[in-house]
């Protein structure tokens, strides 16, 4: 019991000689105006992410980033009218999804107690990403323009081969407003930082490529069901864990 005390106490004198030199080279790392620079590696709702930080000061650092959602691919099975000269016909077509997304960022994060504790409140925008989900399909047996996809009460056309192509797309510029602990540009050399916000974006719509255009549901349904589940995603959720690295 003795030497086991003994133990207990010294692994506690190295743990706060450590801790101590740890916050004696903190204490020495000023944040001042871009005299630092960080690389941060990230993972979450905005996909696989990498950004560039520096300190503008104690209380407010900048960052800046590429964040690469891979290409994760869903199908579905939708109806398809087939116009002919002989009439039209109902089938079934297979459709592809795909969350693939490119955006940037640039992002201010505050730091209310400036380098006592490093809770903050980010404020920035994202840009580019503007297709949300990417949309494709095909259907046998079409040699002519004038049929289409049902995707919710909207009518995505097929061209003259069978194929369609569109997406479901918002806005390429959205505000953003987080809340988090962590610092892009640590006062150490490495940092874990967590992050919880919202894109601001415009009310999603179906993009037709075909013809280059937004698809309006009002030229042919009444039932607006699937518009009005995308007037409630008027926000993007983001979640982000994120490790931190100070280069210099």
Same mark, same amino acid.
């Given at each position: ?17 450590? $801790? ?16 630092? *620079?960080?690389?941060?590696?990230? /993972? ?20 800046? =980033? ?13 109806? /398809? ?10 089938? #079934?077509?297979? +459709? ?7 955006? =940037? ?8 107690? &400036?380098?006592?504790?490093?809770? $903050?409140?980010? /404020?920035?925008? $994202?840009?580019? &990403?503007?297709?949300? /989900? ?9 040699? #002519? @323009?004038?049929?289409?996809? #049902? ?6 056309? @097929? ?9 479901? %797309? ?6 953003? @407003?987080?809340?988090?602990?962590? %610092?892009?540009?640590?006062?150490? %050399? ?15 719509? *179906?993009?037709?490529? +075909?013809?280059? #255009? ?35």
């Amino acid at each position: 019991m003795k030497k086991l005390a003994i133990m207990l106490c010294a692994a506690l004198c190295a743990a706060a000689g450590t $801790f101590t030199v740890a916050g004696q080279t903190a204490s020495k790392t000023k944040m001042g105006i871009a005299n630092h *620079l960080g690389l941060s590696v990230g /993972v979450g709702t905005t996909g696989i992410g990498i950004e560039a930080a520096t300190p503008i000061s104690p209380f407010v650092q900048a960052r800046a =980033g590429v964040h690469i959602m891979p290409g994760i691919k869903f199908h579905v099975n939708s109806d /398809v009218t087939i116009h002919t000269d002989y009439g039209s016909r109902d089938t #079934e077509i297979d +459709l592809d999804g795909s969350l693939k997304r490119l955006q =940037g960022s640039l992002i201010f994060n505050v730091y209310p107690m &400036g380098n006592r504790f490093p809770l $903050f409140v980010a /404020v920035g925008a $994202f840009f580019g &990403g503007k297709d949300m /989900v990417g949309i494709n399909g095909y259907c046998p047996g079409v040699d #002519e @323009l004038g049929s289409y996809v #049902e995707v919710g009460d909207y009518k995505l056309p @097929l061209d003259e081969h069978g194929y369609a192509k569109g997406a479901i %797309r918002t806005s390429s510029f959205r505000p953003y @407003l987080g809340i988090g602990t962590g %610092r892009p540009c640590p006062v150490g %050399r490495l940092n874990f930082m967590w992050e919880l916000g919202v894109q601001f974006q415009k009310k999603p719509y *179906l993009w037709d490529d +075909l013809h280059a #255009e937004q698809v309006n549901v009002a030229d042919f349904s009444n039932d607006d069901t699937f518009q009005k589940i995308m007037n409630k995603l008027t926000v993007y959720p983001v979640l982000k864990f994120t490790l931190s690295g100070r280069i210099f």
